[in-house]
């Protein structure tokens, strides 16, 4: 079957078609896929030295149908619409019986083939690693019960895709890991496909004051559909300045989206009122750095906080924005902007290189 494959680190997605995918065993399950997202993180682990084995199928923004099941599947039925999530957990630890599956001590480990057992994926008859559990450029995706999440038939799977990553990761920043209470203010530095659905989660949580920050315009349109108050551009005004204004002394929560830039991450720390917390979301290159004073915690009572997938207790979240979706209470459509074909993957990264377009989608294969 067709996959489309990083062959060398910073070279283009070659599409191959001698992807082969095992039958489902135990708790697998095996999902004919019908979209699966770009997100930016593919890009990154694609033009990075990360050490990722190679050759590497990326892709973990997924949904499609459950065509075949594993003898010990129970959530499971062949027909169901299924999101694949990346945020995996093996369900037995503390953290998971905690309900924080996002913190699972275990994962990968307990929901990934056992040494010895034939692998999921291969390529031209060899192994091949299989990238966040998922590999979910290619016509089909082997998963793990605890991958993948059951959604209503009704959400196109376009939008469906998107809910297991990008949708997950940026609303889950306000909901789950900030916590945003009724009459909060927060600001969002970066308004792409993660940096909307931040907006819209601090709106869905009853933020008060919701600035969104970017430097492109059309973002800052867009960026009013998912519950932007008020937008800055920065080539205009400094943003710091202009959040403290707005919020008369500064945000409750400051979310960084971008990634990979020293500025934005200073920008997120200084724009806070006392008591307020900075979320660092976007990635970041291994030789970046940062300096703070101790006094940004201590006598300023300033948070700073990582957060990884949002957060997520995928198999509760994905089916609730799901959900809130159908009842036009959640934003997908707007996130929207391509949809293609398999063979146009690395064109369409160089337009979300460029920044002007939300997300594209691989619905043809
Ligand atoms: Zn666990
Ligand atoms: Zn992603």
């Given at each position: 079957m067709k996959a489309a494959v990083i062959e060398q680190i910073g070279q283009p997605f070659v599409v191959r078609d001698d992807y082969e995918l095992d039958s489902p065993i135990g708790r697998e399950i095996l999902v004919d896929v019908k979209a699966s997202g770009l997100c930016h993180s593919d890009i990154y682990v694609a033009t990075k030295e990360?050490?990722?084995?190679?050759?590497?199928?990326?892709?973990?923004?997924?949904?499609?149908?459950?065509?075949?099941?594993?003898?010990?599947?129970?959530?499971?039925?062949?027909?169901?619409?299924?999101?694949?999530?990346?945020?995996?957990?093996?369900?037995?630890?503390?953290?998971?019986?905690?309900?924080?599956?996002?913190?699972?001590?275990?994962?990968?480990?307990?929901?990934?083939?056992?040494?010895?057992e034939k692998p999921r994926v291969s390529l031209g008859g060899q192994a091949l690693y299989q990238f966040s559990e998922i590999a979910g450029f290619a016509e089909q995706v082997l998963l793990h019960e605890n991958n993948a999440v059951v959604v209503p038939d009704a959400v196109p799977f376009p939008q469906a895709a998107l809910l297991g990553c990008g949708v997950t990761t940026g609303a889950g920043a306000a909901i789950n890991s900030a916590g945003v209470r009724v009459g909060d203010n927060v600001a969002v530095i970066g308004c792409g496909g993660v940096g909307?659905?931040?907006?819209?989660?601090?709106?869905?949580?009853?933020?008060?004051?919701?600035?969104?920050?970017?430097?492109?315009?059309?973002?800052?349109?867009?960026?009013?559909?998912?519950?932007?108050?008020?937008?800055?551009?920065?080539?205009?005004?400094?943003?710091?300045?202009?959040?403290?204004?707005?919020?008369?002394?500064?945000?409750?929560?400051?979310?960084?989206?971008?990634?990979?830039?020293?500025?934005?991450?200073?920008?997120?720390?200084?724009?806070?009122?006392?008591?307020?917390?900075?979320?660092?979301?976007?990635?970041?290159?291994?030789?970046?750095?940062?300096?703070?004073?101790?006094?940004?915690?201590?006598?300023?009572?300033?948070?700073?906080r990582g957060v990884y997938m949002g957060g997520t207790n995928f198999k509760r979240d994905i089916p609730m924005y799901a959900q809130l979706y159908l009842q036009g209470r959640f934003n997908l459509d707007d996130l929207l902007s391509n949809e293609i074909s398999i063979d146009e993957v690395n064109e369409a990264y160089k337009e979300l290189e460029k920044g002007g377009i939300a997300r594209s989608v691989i619905t043809r294969f």
């Open positions: 990360l050490g990722m084995p190679l050759p590497l199928v990326l892709g973990h923004e997924v949904s499609g149908v459950v065509t075949e099941i594993g003898p010990d599947v129970t959530e499971f039925r062949v027909g169901d619409h299924v999101v694949a999530c990346l945020a995996g957990f093996c369900g037995h630890c503390d953290r998971c019986l905690d309900g924080k599956p996002n913190l699972c001590r275990n994962y990968p480990i307990g929901t990934q083939r056992k040494p010895g909307l659905n931040t907006l819209q989660g601090a709106a869905l949580a009853g933020a008060r004051t919701i600035i969104a920050i970017d430097l492109q315009p059309s973002k800052l349109e867009l960026a009013k559909k998912f519950g932007a108050t008020h937008t800055i551009n920065p080539a205009e005004v400094d943003p710091v300045e202009a959040v403290k204004e707005i919020t008369g002394g500064g945000a409750d929560h400051a979310f960084e989206v971008i990634g990979g830039l020293k500025k934005t991450l200073e920008q997120a720390i200084a724009m806070l009122a006392t008591g307020g917390t900075a979320y660092f979301i976007g990635a970041q290159p291994p030789e970046a750095t940062l300096e703070i004073h101790p006094d940004f915690f201590l006598t300023n009572k300033r948070g700073l």
